[in-house]
């Protein structure tokens, strides 16, 4: 695990090492162990080391027998062994033990298709000198991230925004992915919110040759052929292929954690980890003084200590919020706007005391049904078939709020058109009230919408029924740049892995394999309960899915209303000219009495302002500085 990054020279200008040297140094939490460096006519790249894998003889970059392939690799590949013993076979010679050593041997055997082979979480980058060829590849599920961007001199990539932002002129904010960011809580999609730096799709290959032409394709990720199980096969299958998941996540020569947060996901893992490691450590953090939090701990201290696991708590206090929401400004890389990542912080932070690894239920939602919301297309439907279509386009009609209004004007919208994906923020109209005229002049209105729509259609194009074409839209627009990018950022930022064995290719085969019922259920996660029934304490297993919550609108509306009105009032917020003003205060205003709607829609517009001055306005952002540089030791 580690952060990479690297720039090809496209003019001669020689200043390739000194650009990798800067992009390296903005990557230094990701790899606190080591720093390696190559650099050749016209290229230069490295990483930042967090040894995992053979800590001795794992150093980067690798390069085949000849020379001629040099790589860098962030991620772990769990295959690594079967896959080494092959090209042993084949006549390939290794120098480490360590698991990314066999992309070069995989390169020189099979070419670009490569990545085919791999079974893991990963970011490759890859330079062939005799070609002079630039390859970047980035994992199917898109769990580690890649990004790029073209500068005046050059091609640049790396494992964060921050390392981009260190090499060029600081680009303005992309208006388009600002739509998307408040629809979505992140600028999901290729593009980020920076114009002209741009993101490594999920499962994607990019192609820069020494003349600067990328090249982009896809490449089909390892699948498991099997037919769809019958029901009483499916549990029985999902519990060996998620335990051997588990136990394929738990390689490295260092200490393992387990990240929990009271529920079957997060259980299970804990479950199949303790059955093969000894000395396992559990985390878990909750807020405190709002109510509640004593239930949280009492479960997840339930599930620890079935196996003798010793619990962390992290509880996190009003002034706590305040340190962490200020913090994950900085450390996300990216505005993200998911109140979740404070209490993710707190127990990464905590975590990373101890361990340099950490295992997560991350995905097993997007994988099994685990929101609520996948329940919705039932529930309308139900609505239907009971109310005439007459009566319910009268009540959708309505000017005022009465029970059964919002189902009656969903009901006569088709799926297609209304499910945006379970993490939706700001609506299209709420958007555009938001914005300031140049900028609503600008966005136009629909474009953010249509990622959302696009994957939806081409899910079903493919034969995908109603639950799978949601799921496809939340793994495709949502798991990847906003899940997945919060976990990797807040863990990476204390120098911690976090690994997602929920996302190993042979779970998410089953998963795609099992039809809506075996999913859905009663209660979600078919299939997973009936496999955390077996294992868990009851009452982690029949627990409704919950998450690390975060009581974020009390928090906005009480303790920290005052720094969420200054961020978003004071002149520089004013000075950006992205929202208008007096909609920006009118918003701020509904917080009173609010319990979940208007919090999560302020807390957006907080996390991406306190975003924009740690860019834009370093003096602004100093804050959130002095806080990370407190905590760090700095």
Known sequence: ????????????????????????????????????????????????????????????????????????????????????????????????????????????EYGRRFVERLDGMYAIALWDTAARRLLLARDPVGIKPLLWRRTPHGFAFGSELRSLLRIG?????????????????????????????????????????????????????????????????????????????????LQGDQPIGVLLSGGIDSGLVLHYAAQAKTDLQAYTAGFVGFGGEGEEFNVTAAAAAAYGVPLHRVEITPEDAERHLLAVAR??????????????????????????????????????????????????????????????????????????????????????DRYLGIGMSWTGAQRMALYAPDVRARIGGGAAEE?????????????????????????????????????????????????????????????????????????????????????????????RKRGFPSPISRLLSGPLRSLCYDVLTDGTARARGLFESTAVERAIRSLGGTRNGMGRLIYVLVALELWLRQVYDPASGAAADRSVEQEYGA
Not at 348 to 353: D, E, G, I, K, M
């Open 1 to 108: 695990m580690c952060g990479i990054a690297g720039m090809l020279d496209l003019d001669g200008r020689g200043d390739a090492p000194l650009a990798l040297a800067k992009m390296l140094d903005a990557l230094r939490h990701r790899g606190p162990d080591d720093l390696g460096e190559y650099s050749g006519p016209g290229i230069a790249l490295g990483m930042r080391r967090l040894a995992i894998v053979d800590p001795a003889n794992g150093a980067q970059p690798f390069y085949s027998e000849n020379n001629r392939i040099v790589a860098v690799v962030n991620g772990e590949i769990y295959n690594h062994a079967q896959l080494r013993r092959s090209l042993q076979r084949k006549g390939h010679v290794f120098c480490s033990d360590s698991d990314v050593e066999v992309v070069v041997h995989l390169y020189e």
């Open 451 to 543: 990622l959302a729509r696009a994957a939806f259609d081409e899910a079903q194009g493919a034969g995908a029924d109603w639950l799978a074409a949601m799921l496809y839209v939340d793994r495709t627009v949502w798991l990847p740049d906003e899940a997945l990018l919060k976990l990797d950022r807040l863990t990476m930022s204390f120098g911690l892995e976090a690994r997602v064995p929920y996302l190993d290719g042979g779970v998410v085969a089953l998963a795609d394999a099992l039809p809506w019922e075996q999913k859905l259920g009663g209660q979600g996660k078919w299939v997973l309960r009936q496999v955390a029934m077996r294992h868990l304490p009851q009452e982690v297993a029949m627990r």
């Open 331 to 416: 450390d996300v890389d990216e505005p993200n706007g998911d109140p979740t990542a404070l209490p993710l912080r707190a127990v990464a932070q905590r975590a990373a005391q101890d361990v340099p690894v950490v295992l997560s239920g991350e995905g097993a939602d997007e994988m099994f049904a685990g929101y609520p919301g996948y329940y919705e297309p039932l529930v309308v439907d139900r609505f239907r078939r009971v109310v005439p279509e007459g009566v319910r386009r009268a009540l959708a009609a309505l000017p005022l709020r009465v029970p059964g209004r919002g189902f009656a004007r969903r009901s006569l919208i088709p799926l297609e």
């Open 169 to 249: 002129d600081l680009p303005e904010v992309n208006i388009g992915a600002l739509d998307r960011y408040l629809l979505y809580r992140t600028a999901v999609g290729e593009e980020t919110i920076i114009e002209g730096i741009r993101r490594v799709l999920p499962g994607h290959t990019i192609e820069v040759d020494a003349k600067g032409a990328v090249s982009v394709s896809a490449f089909t990720a390892r699948a498991i052929a099997r037919p769809a199980p019958e029901a009483h096969d499916a549990v029985d299958e999902l519990d060996r292929r998620l335990g051997a998941a588990v136990r394929s996540h």
